[in-house]
Structure formats: C-alpha cells, structure tokens
C-alpha cells in the first residue's frame, strides 16, 4: 500500500522541478544546436535560454513565465495499491497542483473556456488532465508532469495510405513552417508525431511522443527510428532557428509514436515541446521510498506491445 | 556558438524619448529600465469596451506595455511574489492596439511575435512606438531577475491574475530585441522572406494531401497571423 500523504508531497516536488530545472537531455540537445548554429539573431537566442536555464535553478524561480498546462500522467505496476484508492490519488494530484500553483510560483494557466473563470490554483474542470498506463509487476507508481505550453505548435490532419511518407514529411513541413515563424512553436523542440489510432488517439500518441520520451531515445521499431532520424535532419534543413530566424535549429529530437489505426487512413498529429520541455518523474514504492528521475520511460515494450497476450519477459523489472 | 555575430546591446527608458527611439535597429538587443505594466486581452477589454477608469497616469508613468501574465502570486498580506516573467503572442490584440496606444500613449509594445507590418504601419508608425519582442521564447527566469519589484496590481479581482494588470519596476530588465523600427519595419517579416527563398527546396519531392482543408494556403512564404 502506497501512502497517500507521500504522493501528494512528492507531487508538488515534481511540480517545483518540472518548472524550474530543465531536464538534463532537453539541455544536452539544446546545447549541441547551439554549438553548430551560425545565424546570428537565432545564436543570440539560444545563448539567451542557456543562461535562462541557469538564472532559473540558481534562483529557483520557473524557467517560463508561461508554466503552461500542468498535467499528470500516472503509471503503475500490477501489484500497486494506493491509500485511499485511486479518488484519494486524483485528490492528491489536484491538491498538489494548486498548492505548487501558489507555492513556487506558476502562472494560473486554467480558465473555463468560456466563461474565463480563473481559481487562480490551474485546478479546473478536466484540469490537471490525469493520464494513466499500468505494467506487468511490481507495486510502484510513476508520478510524471508535463508542463508544456498550449497554444502553438500542435496540428492533426486526416492522412491516406496513398499520401505515404512523402505526404508525411509534407504535413510535418507545413507544422514546422507555419507555427515556426516568429518562434510561436519556442523552437528548437522536441517534435512528437503521432501516426495512426483513431483522430483522439492520434493527437494523444503525438504529445506522448513529444512529452514523454528523452532527446535521443529512438522507437524501437528500426524503421521508425530511421524515420525520426530523417525528420529530424529534414526540419533542421528548412533554414529556420530559434524565433523564425534564420538558423538551423529547428528540431531538438523527433519522436515517433504509432497506434493501429483504420485500415483506410493514415492519421497524422505533430506537437512541439518547446524550449521549456518541462516535465519531471518519482517513482514511490510501497515503502515510502521516492525516487526522482527525468525520463518518464513511457514507452516499454509492454505499452508497445502488438499482440492479443503479453508475455512477460524475464527483465520486467528493468523495462518497466 | 558557430560564426554568429554578437547584436548590439541598449539600455532603454520605459518612458523613452522619440530620439532614443530613433536610435534603435532592427535586431538590437535592448534591456529596459522604469515601470512596465502588463495589459492584455483582459485589460484592453475592460478599459477599451467597458470603459473602465485605467488606475496608472499613462504614459507619464510608463509607456511600455507588455502582453504578459507573470508567473506570480499575492501573499495574504498583499505583498506579491513574482517568479518568472515571459510574453504572450501578441498577434491577437490587433482589434485593440490602435485604440489603445492613441488612449494610454504607450511607445513600446512588449511581447511575443511582434505583429504585422500592417498593424506597425496603421498603428505604431502614427503613434511613434515600435515593437520589443522578448527572446527565445521565453526567458522568463532571466526577464524575472530583471524586475526589483511588483509595485501594484490591479484589476486581480475582475480579472483573476494572468489577466490583471501589474505594474513592475524593470531594472536592467531583459533581453528583448528591437522587433519593429518607427518607420514600421519588422525584423520577422525580413527574416521570413530571407526563410521563404529556401523552401520549395526544401519541400522538393513532398506530395499534397490527397484530402484538402478549406481555408489553407499553399503558399508557404504567407504569414499565419492576422
């Protein structure tokens, strides 16, 4: 059994970190464009967010002052039992989240779409959006937030089997392009594409692939990641950077991730997490024991997985 | 970094002077000094459409609007804690830019994206302003070291606070970059043409949507804004 009082505060550590401490691999990858890029203004700009970055854990104050959207995705092991049961848990997260709103401080983002109502606290109806996934063994839970921005960047469109790759980097040029100039995407990012599933599955596997995997990480399907290899060169290549000047730093990773989807269509989404890639993960045992890490480790084998049975490999442990 | 050039760097008053805004390039990087007030859709809405007292003597007290929430919050005792500082694209506020600017005579329009060239010529070139666009985006923990103090905020109660109106005290607050000039140039615009000519190179071999959207472009060289 899983202490409720320890979920909630480690939750609003997570949230404290993701604000304030880029994650090692986002800065890592930053740094790398920057090494190479040559435009003057998009040069600028990246030197800018390396000193931001510092400015932000030295002072521990948030790294954007748009703390965009704060969610949760939760995952946990087949054995996992939480105090209180799984209302205790979204008390907890919803808590947490309103108490780091006013603690650290972050931007209260969440407004009634119509009526702009404001709490103050990013706590609303359908907000934090909770997310779950679940593994075979172990008694853990995975608490990860994703702070990513909300406004540009995203992009779904309903492709066809006889649009192919070539429509593919089509509609992923057009994203890049069109929310790139003037830096509304805060490129260079982390690009998620989604393909494939149903329209809602698809836009929820993009934003997965871009919150929810490391600069670096490739699917583990080899010709996907020659994919993702070849969109991330080809979105270097546009002769954009940071801001929509010119620069080649467009693109910090790009990340694929597919569901099965209609056997007639080929449905698309495109999300980019920003210069601020802000998320932050603990895993809590039943022990009470926390550990922190940045990489959400998402996408096992198991959340891939193709078939009707799932049989556990002898290393669950480790990939889960 | 690879070969880039370093862009030139200027202190700028809040209140600047049509001289010292006259000075200022296209790219320049400039770190402001004076009180800035943050005004959004919220605020235009309320002091445009309501007609709403605005509680600052503007512009004699700032002339620097920022399309802003902080990242902040107000102590019980009514002090304020404020973190990180980052803009909000400002593209959107087009229907209120002119009648705000002849209204609260701001001089500098703070925020991100610039707007079009369209609006710096119908509204910022008869006004005398330009356009600082912040950088990244955003560097908010750096443009937070530059605020010594939140001296007011107002409107919170109406407004909730990503949308109320806070008056910082800016010092030495920055990086921005000189994103349009008094003649109505924009350095976005520039910078997308120079893009533009690259692109059907990089579009080469790509195909068509077999479906089409209504309501798109297909020129990749056209602006998504306004």
Request: hydrophobic share 40%; net charge negative.
């Amino acid at each position: 059994m899983i202490p409720i009082d320890i979920i909630q505060k480690t939750a609003e550590i997570l949230m404290d970190k993701a604000a304030i401490e880029i994650p090692q691999d986002y800065l890592d990858g930053l740094q790398a464009a920057a090494s190479v890029e040559d435009g003057d203004l998009s040069s600028f700009v990246l030197e800018a967010m390396l000193e931001n970055y510092k400015a932000a854990k030295e002072d521990r104050r948030a790294m954007c002052g748009d703390t965009g959207t704060p969610r949760w995705y939760v995952k946990m092991g087949n054995e996992t039992q939480i105090e209180g049961g799984p209302i205790a848990l979204e008390a907890a997260l919803r808590r947490a989240t309103a108490n780091a709103t006013n603690g650290v401080p972050l931007r209260p983002n969440r407004v009634h779409p119509l009526w702009r109502t404001d709490h103050d606290n990013n706590v609303g109806i359908g907000a934090p959006e909770i997310e779950y996934g679940y593994e075979p063994g172990g008694e853990w839970i995975d608490l990860i937030t994703v702070h990513k921005g909300g406004l540009f960047g995203t992009d779904y469109r309903m492709l066809f089997p006889s649009d192919g790759i070539q429509g593919i980097k089509r509609f992923y040029l057009d994203c890049l392009v069109a929310f790139g100039k003037r830096g509304l995407a805060c490129q260079p990012a982390i690009i998620g594409i989604g393909l494939g599933g149903c329209k809602d599955t698809c836009m929820v596997l993009g934003k997965r692939a871009a919150c929810l995997r490391v600069v670096g990480s490739r699917n583990s399907d080899p010709r996907i990641a020659e994919l993702e290899l070849e969109l991330k060169e080809l979105g270097n290549s546009i002769g954009m950077g940071a801001m929509g000047f010119v620069g080649k730093s467009m693109v910090i990773d790009a990340n694929i991730e597919v569901g099965y989807c209609h056997t007639g269509g080929m449905q698309m989404s495109v999300h980019a997490f920003c210069l601020s890639s802000r998320r932050a993960v603990a895993r809590v045992f039943a022990d009470g024991r926390v550990e922190y890490r940045t990489d959400p480790d998402w996408f096992t084998d198991y959340q891939r997985r193709e078939t009707v049975e799932w049989e556990m490999p002898q290393n669950h442990e480790k990939s889960a | 970094m690879g070969n880039a050039s370093k862009p030139r760097k200027i202190r700028l008053s809040t209140t600047p002077t049509p001289e010292a805004l006259a000075e200022l390039r296209l790219g320049d990087v400039v770190y402001l000094d004076g009180l800035i007030y943050t005004a959004r859709e919220g605020v235009y809405k309320r002091a445009l459409e309501d007609k709403a007292n605005i509680p600052m003597e503007l512009p004699s007290e700032s002339a620097a609007n920022f399309h802003c929430s902080p990242a902040a919050a107000i102590n019980e005792d009514g002090t304020f804690r404020l973190g990180a500082v980052t803009a909000t694209a400002s593209f959107r506020f087009t229907k209120w830019i002119g009648e705000w600017m002849a209204k609260s005579g701001a001089k500098l329009i703070i925020g991100k994206g610039g707007m079009s060239a369209k609006d710096y010529k119908e509204h910022f070139v008869p006004n005398g302003a330009i356009y600082l666009t912040t950088v990244g985006y955003g560097t908010g923990a750096l443009l937070g070291r530059g605020v010594k103090r939140v001296k007011a905020v107002h409107w919170n109660k109406e407004l909730g606070l990503a949308q109320a109106m806070w008056v910082l005290e800016a010092d030495n607050m920055g990086p921005f970059i000189v994103e349009s000039d008094l003649a109505g140039n924009s350095l976005f615009e520039r910078e997308n043409a120079k893009i533009s000519a690259n692109l059907a190179k990089v579009y080469e071999g790509t195909t068509p949507a077999v479906l089409k959207r209504f309501g798109e472009t297909d020129d990749r060289s056209d602006e998504m804004i306004g």
